[in-house]
């Protein structure tokens, strides 16, 4: 049996599908616009993971959500929380 998400969060995830895909992320770049970048694309992450380390520049391969409404990138095959990375947009 799955656990039905609560109204809000159904509503909001509604919502949020139609503008995110497993491909690609809305971003604001340094000059205050909205662009979109396609996977894959660099990060940098912010701390240190078994297999990545700290200021490591590596390649997301896909963005998902987790059951919990939060996003997570995949690198290699595994699922990490956005906040731990920074984006590194190229022109």
């Known amino acids: 049996m799955t656990k039905d998400l609560p109204m809000d969060n159904e ?4 919502e949020l599908l139609k503008w995110i895909s497993s491909d690609s992320l809305l971003v604001i770049d340094g000059s205050g616009d909205i662009r979109r970048i396609y996977c894959p ?3 940098i992450s912010l701390v240190n ?13 896909a ?4 059951v919990e409404v939060k ?4 690198i290699k095959g595994t699922a990490y929380y ?7 947009l190229e022109s």
Request: net charge positive; proline share 3%; hydrophobic share 50%.
């Open 49 to 61: 993971f078994p297999e990545i380390i700290k200021g490591q520049k590596v390649s997301v391969d």
């Open 82 to 88: 956005i906040i731990y990375f920074k984006i590194i």
């Open 41 to 43: 694309f660099k990060v």
């Open 63 to 66: 963005i998902k959500l987790t």
């Open 11 to 14: 509503k909001y995830l509604h």
């Open 71 to 74: 996003e997570v990138f995949i």
